[in-house]
């Protein structure tokens, strides 16, 4: 838990890291949440979910379901305001995030931050993955391994509307949404793609790009302004949200 310097009770902002729902933990997300409770003024609680191949498809989103539903219940007990919850992810995360906030459907969760989300099996074509899936960070083979090992080999997992976020139910339940894309990211056009579901399902959507950003570019603040950007760009539009 990272909570702000200043007199609570805050806003609570669930965290859920990134890492292909195979790596990442507490440690590699520590700045990031850091910055987030900075810039957004929240008190966040980064879940440290179980991961794959040793506990695959659904233990993260049991997990992350479960820590959402604990923040909900006890958030006073450590200075938040149960009455003002957002849910925020990178990557994999992201996806978890969303399909927690979708699962709990709470009216006290009132934001949804979403960076560069996993919303489909990389073995559906785009466009990105054909332009980034090479020397940009995240391959594709790198993605497929991840999904591998997430999936445990469950064919009928790859459609199933807790992994698939394209196209499946439900999407109109969520809150307002805030969606982050890159242009060098294999990941950029189901991003895009989901913000356009989002919006046509009346959600109140926010859809920022960065076309000259990669993926992971929200840990690498030391050589690019432009993971930073995301972060307090996102942190900022928490503010308004909460």
């Not at 957002?86 to 979708?102: I, K, M, W």
């Amino acid at each position: 838990m990272y909570s702000p310097d200043t007199t609570g009770p805050w806003p609570v902002l669930l965290y859920v890291h990134g890492g292909g729902f195979v790596i990442g933990d507490l440690e590699t997300h520590d700045k990031v949440c850091r910055t987030l409770c900075n810039h957004a003024g929240m008190l966040v609680v980064a879940v440290d979910y179980r991961l794959a191949p040793e506990h695959p498809f659904p233990a993260a989103t049991d997990d992350t379901e479960a820590a959402l539903r604990w923040v909900l219940a006890n958030a006073a007990t450590w200075g938040g305001d149960a009455g003002r919850i957002a849910v925020a992810g990178d990557s994999a995360g992201a996806q978890l995030a969303l399909v927690a906030a979708r699962r709990v459907r709470s009216a006290n969760v009132r934001a949804l931050g979403l960076i560069y989300p996993v919303a489909q099996h990389p073995d559906e074509s785009s466009a990105s993955y054909r332009e980034n899936g090479e020397g940009k960070f995240l391959t594709t083979g790198v993605v497929r391994w991840f999904m591998a090992s997430y999936l445990g080999g469950r064919a009928e997992a790859v459609y199933h509307p807790d992994y698939a976020l394209l196209g499946s139910a439900g999407l109109e339940s969520l809150p307002a949404t805030w969606v982050a894309t890159m242009g060098h990211d294999p990941l950029r056009d189901e991003g895009h793609a989901l913000a356009e579901e989002l919006a046509s399902a009346e959600v109140a959507m926010t859809h920022r790009h960065y076309p000259e950003a990669i993926h992971a570019c929200i840990h690498f603040t030391a050589v690019s302004p432009i993971g930073l950007q995301v972060m307090t760009e996102l942190a900022q539009w928490l503010r308004e949200q909460v």
